[in-house]
């Protein structure tokens, strides 16, 4: 069964960083991009990142509204992607959610994600 | 960037009534790349459909998807209790790659 599970949200203040974790199983982690979303209390949904498999570098892409901020990784030997979130804001207060790409080896996302975690909240303020 | 809008905001039916959701994009998608996501309150998005019209796994067939180029369609062709949720459509393109409607509220009437 795939399972994602984000980690490390919590209360931070403006300026701040966090690291959140999205810990895999029930699959070959490293044969599948990965991506972060965030959801803002009583928004919608927003997309901030993907990260390639390593067979392509792991290279990434980013939302321009976190680019220079953020920035995703993942460690292949420990089925975990991260979210390193620097000069955090209010605005960045949200819900934080991995996805999974649903078609392995592929260079370019499909485009559709199936297998969401459960998200983590994180909270910017003073 | 791909602006989606959804309409209506607000959908107010009954158990059993026919749901019509409507997604429509400011320039042309490819509908192998638009997807509906169905999301209750305090839980993750739910993949319903892929590539417009396929539906994901496990999926009801109540649920359909249709459209081209700019304009999609999420068809609920009979409510049930649990469907009542917010319902958002995808698509998947140029930077930024993903971007989201606002959402369609499917509530009971």
């Known amino acids: 069964e795939v399972q994602l599970v984000e980690s490390g949200g919590g209360l931070v203040k403006p300026g701040r960083s966090l690291r959140l974790s999205c810990t895999a199983s029930?699959?070959?982690?490293?044969?599948?991009?990965m991506s972060w979303f965030r959801q803002a209390p009583g928004k919608g949904l927003e997309w901030l990142g993907f990260?390639?498999?390593?067979?392509?570098?792991?290279?990434?892409e980013y939302a321009a509204s976190v680019k220079g901020r953020f920035t995703i990784s993942r460690d292949d030997s420990k089925s975990i992607a991260y979210l390193q979130m620097n000069s955090l804001k209010t605005e960045d207060t949200a819900v934080y959610y991995c996805?999974?790409?649903?078609?392995?080896?592929?260079?370019?996302?499909?485009?559709?994600?199936?297998?969401w975690g459960q998200g983590t909240l994180v909270t910017v303020s003073s | 960037e791909i602006v989606l809008t959804q309409s209506p905001g607000t959908l107010s039916l009954s158990p059993g009534e026919r749901a019509t959701l409507s997604c429509r994009a400011s320039?042309?998608?490819?509908?192998?790349?638009l997807a509906w996501y169905q999301q209750k309150p305090g839980q993750a998005p739910r993949l319903l459909i892929y590539?417009?019209?396929s539906r994901a796994t496990g999926i009801p067939d109540r649920f359909s998807g249709s459209g081209s180029g700019t304009d999609f369609t999420l068809t609920i062709s009979r409510l049930e209790p649990e469907d009542f949720a917010v319902y958002y459509c995808?698509?998947?393109?140029?930077?930024?790659?993903?971007?989201f409607g606002p959402g369609t509220k499917v509530d009971i009437k």
């Open positions: 320039q042309s998608v490819s509908s192998r790349y």
């Open positions: 029930g699959f070959t982690f490293g044969d599948y991009a």
């Open positions: 996805t999974r790409d649903p078609v392995p080896y592929d260079y370019d996302s499909s485009g559709y994600f199936e297998y």
């Open positions: 995808q698509q998947y393109g140029s930077s930024p790659l993903f971007t």
């Open positions: 590539g417009a019209s």
């Open positions: 990260i390639r498999r390593k067979g392509y570098g792991g290279t990434t």
